[in-house]
Nanobody, 119 residues
Framework: EVRLVESGGGLVQPGGSLRLSCVAS????????MSWVRQGPGKGLEWVSG????????YYADSVQGRFTISRDNAKNTLYLTMNNLETDDTGVYYC????????????RGQGTQVTVAS
């Protein structure tokens, strides 16, 4: 059974930083393309960033390019999202999900972690 557990969310001021983590189990994490997706208040799911199984290729939505960095540690079955220069529009629930650049809302995802950017 695929299991994804996110952590690291919280309340941060505009311009601040957070690092999200996602521990994966139940599948071959080292072989799996992965993504971070988010859902803002009153909005649908939005793909944020993806990474291939080796970590050698990364992809970003235009809205976060240059501010967010996706990475992974296959030895720890863990996916990360480092978020810098956060904006109020980045507020939402962030989910770790299977699938990379070709992510689909039908892919498995965790329970999410709340990120709130507010002054």
């Amino acid at each position: 059974e695929v299991r994804l557990v996110e952590s690291g969310g919280g309340l941060v001021q505009p311009g601040g930083s957070l690092r999200l983590s996602c521990v994966a189990s139940g599948f071959r994490f080292y072989n799996a393309d992965m993504s971070w997706v988010r859902q803002g208040p009153g909005k649908g799911l939005e793909w944020v960033s993806g990474i291939d199984g080796s970590g050698g290729r990364t992809y970003y939505a235009d809205s976060v390019q240059g501010r967010f960095t996706i990475s992974r540690d296959n030895a720890k079955n863990t996916l990360y999202l480092t978020m810098n220069n956060l904006e109020t529009d980045d507020t939402g629930v962030y989910y770790c999900a299977t699938g990379g650049r070709g992510w689909s809302p039908n892919n498995a995802r965790g329970q999410g972690t709340q990120v709130t950017v507010a002054s």
